[in-house]
T-cell receptor
Framework: GESVGLHLPTLSVQEGDNSIINCAYS??????FIWYKQESGKGPQFIID?????DKRQGQRVTVLLNKTVKHLSLQIAATQPGDSAVYFC?????????????FGKGTKLSVIP | DGGITQSPKYLFRKEGQNVTLSCEQN?????MYWYRQDPGQGLRLIYY???????QKGDIAEGYSVSREKKESFPLTVTSAQKNPTAFYLC???????????FGPGTRLTVL
């Protein structure tokens, strides 16, 4: 079935460097995408979202890029800090009449090296 | 403080017992959700509710039940029919379906 997946299960970056976390989605009908951050033992925390009518959206130190042609989503974190260490999930919504589902990928673990 | 709370944080139960996990939100959100998370896995949807007195099955509803008698509350019961109930359970809410979801801190259920 349709699914959301991630290219890299783990990512280690030096403090101060930029991080890029990638995600592939397979359902071309998906029109809303979200990135979540989950620290160990806690619930996911919303980072940033993007709708399919946009290619790029920026937040504080984070940027999400959407390439609908290749069904690819990425999260860029600028000047990565130790507090950014967590598992990052992308998620997509599969919209349809009378139904709703937010499908999550398995997650990428980001480790920041001090 | 506005937010979503889950209790308890840790829960231990014997095999064959039903157990109910609490989820409360004071965000005035219409939609609420229950997810299950296993180690190294993504979130899988158990049940969701768009509005009071209404709920729908998610991908893995077997062995679970829910109720939505109040807007603020969406308790999840893990029944003895659930074959592998040990997991981390996350509750979420959103203003409406397909809106940004806010998650609670989770309940870690261990069945002995």
């Amino acid at each position: 079935g349709e699914s959301v997946g991630l290219h890299l299960p783990t990512l280690s970056v030096q403090e101060g460097d930029n991080s890029i976390i990638n995600c592939a989605y397979s359902n071309s009908a998906s029109d809303y995408f979200i990135w979540y951050k989950q620290e160990s033992g806690k619930g996911p925390q919303f980072i940033i979202d993007i709708r399919s009518n946009m290619d790029k959206r920026q937040g504080q130190r984070v940027t999400v890029l959407l390439n609908k042609t290749v069904k690819h989503l990425s999260l860029q974190i600028a000047a990565t800090q130790p507090g950014d260490s967590a598992v990052y999930f992308c998620a997509e919504t599969l919209r349809g009449a009378g139904s709703y589902q937010l499908t999550f990928g398995k997650g990428t673990k980001l480790s920041v090296i001090p | 403080d506005g937010g979503i709370t889950q209790s308890p944080k840790y829960l231990f139960r014997k095999e064959g017992q039903n157990v109910t996990l609490s989820c409360e939100q004071n965000l005035n959100h219409d939609a609420m959700y229950w997810y299950r998370q296993d180690p190294g896995q993504g979130l899988r949807l158990i049940y969701y509710s768009q509005i009071v007195n209404d709920f729908q099955k998610g991908d893995i509803a077997e062995g679970y039940s829910v109720s939505r008698e109040k807007k603020e509350s969406f308790p999840l019961t893990v029944t003895s029919a659930q074959k592998n109930p040990t997991a981390f359970y996350l509750c979420a809410s959103s203003r409406g379906l397909a809106d940004e979801q806010f998650f609670g801190p989770g309940t870690r259920l261990t069945v002995l």
